[in-house]
């Protein structure tokens, strides 16, 4: 009895120091704000160290460079040079491993550091991978910029202009664009368009997907002119621009988009079934199941058909067909995209045909931060984009048969590292082939 | 407030290396007055101990939010010429060591085995480095960086030195220096292997210094002072400079500045190394003249200027020496030769530069870029050495004259005066070689 009252009188952090949720507006699930943070250029800074001087001043009201929340290191052999701030992340690891809590994230998007709780133990220094808490080797206190409460000084002194703060670009255009797109296909495809977009039953609108036409060949022996010409122009379309179809036209796609919206946090789709592969292996089975039962096998479980077939104004309201889009909407809740992943049959046709494709995603080197921002590998729907090898300084290989061209990395990267290129163009001069 | 009397540790650091013993002593304020700093105090401080002794010190403005403030001194009497000679660092030599809690370090004496002198917070040690002799300098910080962990500035000499090349020059970690008048050579007599400054610790500054210091950039930008940035701008200004800066073309990478540098006057250079398709290379070129004179041997330039380098070698001796055509394995032993005692580049006048004074050339090191010539020169110079400001960005810096960089001592128009009347008279003496007298502080 005494024990548990004793429990129940100790204090928790959680009681002290309890966490404050962030506050996010309606607009942010659509258009998230972008908060200011401070752009280094490797290119234009020779590591002077004014903006360290400067810094100093701030923290410790002396020139003492190495107080300063901000250091250049250089590469004495061939000069490049690094700066070591912090870039105000949107889910800072340095506030998460805080055992007091001192680090706060305000509404401004600037992480700081509450000198009242901060004991100096450096953990946030060891979780931040820029290692951007610095520890002041005189004091042994943690210095961490903040952004000098939104007019940095190491900006405004930098003689090289090798700082700027910045808000990233402006006009998120690419986002907006796609959201647009892929409503209205979404409205036209779904309630405007009589009939359906897949093969199984066509209407007075004869539209037929690669994959659909594949199975119509397999079922029936026959080629359909009119559906197989909407499927070739798909095809085209993939070879030319990769697969924008899912990106920016699927409408299931655009449902799982919304899905993701919704439901940001993800329950991790299981391990065994994390194959790319698995979608190959389905596109087979359907034409396989196809030839074998005389009718298109997949397009009666397809989500899109369904999707177009069941939900317009004018389509029949199958019950059995209304249950698939939210069955397999809801693998949205275990990855993003995890269904245009592993196991779209569609996006596995079209994923083929970009194998000639024209276009490319590359991620340039020079331009990148790399092993701290990896922004870019964060919102990839698809997660092509392997942050292991953004953190290790390497330009990842993106597998363009797996890219749904939804430019997302492209609308994200602050430092407009992210490009489209033609296949045969390098990234920048100088760097190799993505 | 005057930074004068502000932007000081008010200590010297005394370091004996035949007692391995070392103490502070607190700056009197009345000589700081009388000689204001850099190359001025240095001299004052050298006549107080043997004429053997070092003397590293900064100015007034190291460290401070006055532009190229990056300046730290070597004053001692030159083995080579025998006469009093005042050796520029840059970097962030300067600063480091201001910061490490002494303005101003006198080493004395002579060590039994090589060793390290090491300032942190204002604390002086003495290092032993055994094993170190004859270790190319960039092996030799890789041991300075294991056994004297945290430094953050430091001045070794290499092979050179070991091997009392009169050609020796101490180097700023492994980018070499312009010290073309043995203070290498006095380091090895000590057997003193490095110097290494820590400069964790602060110094208040006043308020309005970031403000003036973006005013100085912003006059020295619309005046046109910091247009061409670079090396290469600045080899081209030099006599023999045109075929110098054509040798590097496709080699440059950054520019590198020194602390607080408007004008970046070095840059790196990348080079594949004879003989090897793939392994790069890379150094910081920081000699202007050192590397005009090695670049007459066009296509490998750069591969000897990093061997001078390893073996703390002047790049300029090096490349006087190696004016003939010679195919590399000979070149390289010629370099080789040159870093042993007894070795002779058969010039008479070295280090000379045209249009100055030789004594004063060498007064300042031998390996001040001369950008100007005569008068213009020597007192430009002679003030940077004195205020701690960085004597290659001085004469870039043309519209930049005595009183823009003394607002960053003094607001007191009288006391700007003052200063400047003092300075003058420090010149003429550091020019006429005079040593002054006067008492040193008080023992801590």
Redesign the interface.
């Known amino acids: 009895m005494e024990a548990s009252r004793q429990t129940e009188l100790l204090l928790k952090l959680e009681d002290l120091r309890p966490r404050v949720p962030e506050k996010k507006k309606f607009s942010d699930w659509f258009m998230p704000r972008r908060n200011k943070y401070i752009l280094f250029d490797?290119?234009k800074?020779?590591?002077?160290?004014?903006c360290e001087?400067?810094c100093?001043?701030r923290n410790?009201?002396?020139?003492?460079?190495?107080?300063a929340s901000v250091r250049v290191l250089?590469d004495?052999?061939?000069?490049?040079?690094f700066a070591v701030l912090c870039q105000h992340c949107r889910r800072p690891l340095c506030l998460e491993a805080c055992p007091t809590r001192a680090i706060e994230k305000g509404d401004d998007g600037i992480v700081r550091i509450n000198d009242l709780f901060c004991v100096d133990c450096g953990l946030c220094t060891m979780a931040c991978p820029e290692a951007a808490p610095l520890k002041?080797?005189?004091s042994q206190e943690i210095h961490k910029c903040d952004l000098c409460e939104g007019d940095p000084?190491c900006v405004?002194?930098c003689?090289e202009s090798a700082l700027t703060d910045t808000r990233g670009k402006a006009l998120r255009w690419i986002k907006a664009a796609r959201w647009s797109v892929q409503a209205l296909t979404f409205l036209f495809l779904v309630i405007l368009v009589v009939g359906t977009f897949c093969y199984f039953r066509a209407g007075t609108v004869e539209l037929s997907c690669p994959t659909g036409t594949l199975q119509n060949i397999a079922s029936s022996g026959t080629l359909i002119l009119v559906g197989a010409s909407s499927a070739l122009a798909l095809l085209i379309l993939t070879v030319l621009f990769g697969r924008v179809f899912c990106g920016w036209v699927c409408p299931f796609g655009f449902v799982l988009d919304l899905v993701d919206k919704i439901t940001p946090k993800k329950l991790g789709w299981p391990n065994f079934l994390k194959s790319r592969m698995a979608k190959y292996g389905i596109l087979g089975g359907a034409v396989g199941s196809s030839a074998l039962l005389g009718y298109q096998a997949f397009c009666t479980v397809c989500p899109i058909g369904t999707l177009c077939r069941s939900y317009g104004v004018q389509s029949v309201m199958q019950s059995a067909e209304l249950a698939i889009v939210p069955a397999l909407a809801a693998t949205e809740l275990a990855e993003r995209r995890s269904w245009c992943r592993y196991l779209c049959p569609v996006g596995a046709t079209l994923g083929i045909a970009s194998l000639l494709r024209l276009l490319k995603i590359v991620i340039g080197a020079r331009k990148c931060k790399k092993f701290s921002c990896i922004q870019c590998a964060e919102v990839c729907p698809v997660g092509i984009i392997d942050a292991d090898q953004l953190r290790e300084g390497n330009s990842p290989k993106i597998p363009m048969t797996e890219c749904i061209m939804c430019l997302r990395c492209v609308d994200r990267c602050p430092y407009s590292a992210a490009k489209i290129r033609f296949r045969w163009q390098k990234a920048t001069p100088g760097e190799t082939n993505a | 407030m005057s930074l004068y009397k502000t932007f000081n540790n008010g200590k010297i650091g005394v370091a004996d290396l035949t007692t391995q013993s070392a103490y502070k002593l607190d700056l009197s304020w009345d000589a700081l007055g009388n000689h204001v700093g850099g190359a001025a105090m240095n001299a004052w401080l050298l006549s107080e101990y043997e004429s053997d002794s070092l003397v590293l010190g900064t100015g007034p403005l190291t460290g401070s939010f006055a532009p190229a403030s990056a300046l730290l001194v070597g004053t001692f009497r030159s083995p080579v010429f025998d006469h009093l000679c005042h050796v520029p660092f840059l970097l962030r030599s300067g600063p480091e060591m201001k910061f490490s809690g002494v303005d101003y370090l006198i080493i004395r004496g002579a060590a039994k085995e090589p060793c390290a002198v090491s300032v942190t917070r204002g604390q002086i040690q003495i290092f032993p480095l055994p094993d170190s002799q004859g270790k190319p300098v960039p092996e030799l910080l890789q041991m300075l960086r294991r056994d004297v962990p945290g430094f953050r500035a430091s001045i070794v000499t290499g092979p050179a030195a070991d091997g009392y090349s009169p050609y020796a020059s101490a180097s700023i970690a492994s980018h070499g220096s312009f010290d073309k008048v043995g203070l290498a050579s006095r380091m090895a007599a000590k057997n003193l292997k490095a110097v290494l400054f820590s400069g964790i610790e602060g110094l208040p500054f006043r308020e309005d210094h970031p403000a003036l210091s973006k005013a100085t950039e912003k006059m020295l930008q619309a005046s046109g002072s910091l247009v061409n940035k670079g090396f290469i701008p600045v080899v081209r200004k030099l006599e023999d400079g045109g075929e110098a800066a054509k040798v590097l073309r496709g080699r440059l990478g950054r520019n590198r500045a020194c602390y607080h540098c408007p004008c970046p006057c070095m840059t790196y250079a990348g080079f594949k190394k004879p003989g090897t398709a793939s392994e790069k290379e890379g150094l910081l070129l920081m000699d202007h003249v050192g590397w005009a004179a090695l670049s007459s041997r066009s296509d490998d330039a750069l591969f000897y200027l990093q061997r001078c380098l390893e073996l703390g070698l002047d790049p300029r001796a090096a490349g006087i020496g190696l004016r003939e055509d010679r195919p590399l394995r000979e070149a390289m032993n010629a370099i080789e030769k040159l870093a042993h005692a007894g070795a002779s580049i058969d010039e008479e006048d070295y280090p000379s530069a045209p249009g100055i004074n030789t004594r004063t050339y060498r007064l300042f090191g031998g390996g001040i870029t001369p950008l100007s010539s005569g008068k213009a020169w020597t007192d430009r110079v002679a003030a940077a050495m004195i205020l701690g400001i960085c004597p290659v960005f001085i004469q870039i810096a043309g519209r930049l004259d005595r009183s823009d960089l003394l607002r960053f001592l003094s607001s007191d128009a009288e006391e700007i005066k003052a200063l400047g009347e003092s300075i003058d008279g420090e010149i003429e003496m550091l020019l006429e070689g005079k040593i002054p007298e006067s008492g040193i502080g008080d023992r801590v």
């Open positions: 490797p290119a800074c020779t590591g002077c160290g004014t001087m400067i100093s001043t410790v009201a002396k020139v003492s460079p190495a107080s250089t004495e052999k061939l000069g490049k040079n002041d080797p005189g000084l405004k002194h003689p």
